[in-house]
């Protein structure tokens, strides 16, 4: 079984710090594999565990960490997707995924639900519906028994179970089972493992397929608000007289 999984690396939750003066994050905060995608990856270890075949990691921007850990957990091979254009909006960075898809012919894609930078939640469903595939969302259980899926799905009122045959597209959540860390042998045989380098124009894109649909505007934090004032174990009386004159303090009394 030909298993893809798609990894997208992200500024470090941990770490992110905002400067007002750019209207951008502060530069130089370390990158790390967004963390939707590695219990996706543990997923497709385990699927492949169970079935055989191979496991494709593929990111879309540069994603040098963390395809190389996604290999030392296991992955066979990678491909990062990059250039002029790459990463753009969700439908951009789905539609240069869905012309190397197109290529793989996976029987199985496996995805975070979102990023923790964006947190969109879009790639997954936008290349399910470019490859015309079914899309499962939500995902926090799977079984895969006579050549079709078991899934447990994550919903608002509880838990929905159903069932799914490849090829499909299928979104993780962290309820699924703990990512592995990579042992000191999978480092090392990562270094082994192949990474294919590949641009819009290898995937025949046109400056034209790669033009976003949404523009960002910058990033800006929320007004703080001011503390309210609290008046408790004071006399009625009294309790009404500050009121008043907080009311007053603020042109708030005709």
């Known amino acids: 079984m030909k298993i893809v999984v798609l990894l997208k690396e992200v500024p470090d939750p941990n770490a992110v710090r905002y400067d007002p003066r750019l209207g951008d994050l502060v530069p130089g905060i370390q990158r790390v594999a967004n963390e ?26 540069t994603a040098r960490d963390a395809l190389n850990r996604a290999l030392a957990m296991g992955a066979d091979r990678a491909v ?18 869905v012309a190397w898809l197109q290529r793989e012919q996976p029987d199985v894609i496996w995805c975070g639900q979102e990023t923790s930078d964006s947190g969109t939640g879009n790639v997954g469903p936008a290349v399910a519906a ?3 595939l079914p899309l499962v969302s939500n995902v926090v259980g799977w079984e895969f028994r006579d050549g079709v899926f078991e899934i447990e799905r994550e919903i608002e009122d509880g838990h929905q179970f159903q069932e799914v045959a490849p090829p499909v597209v299928l979104c993780a959540l962290s309820a699924l089972p703990q990512p592995r860390l990579p042992t ?13 380098h590949l641009t819009a124009a290898d995937l025949g894109l046109s400056d034209e397929a790669l ?32 009121l008043l004159t907080f009311l007053e303090s603020r042109g708030l009394l005709g």
């Open 184 to 196: 000191l042998r999978g480092i090392m045989d990562a270094r082994r493992k192949p990474v294919e």
């Open 211 to 242: 033009q976003p649909l949404v523009q960002w505007e910058g990033l800006s934090q929320p007004v703080a608000k001011a503390a309210g004032v609290v008046v408790q174990d004071v006399p009625p009386d009294e309790a009404v007289e500050r």
């Open 36 to 61: 939707y995608d590695l219990y996706a990856l543990e997923a497709a270890l385990r699927l492949r565990e169970q079935v055989g075949g191979e496991v494709i990691v593929a990111s879309v921007g």
């Open 80 to 97: 990062n997707l990059e250039g002029d254009g790459l990463p753009g909006d969700a439908w951009t960075t789905a539609r240069a995924l």
């Open 130 to 132: 470019q490859l015309d």
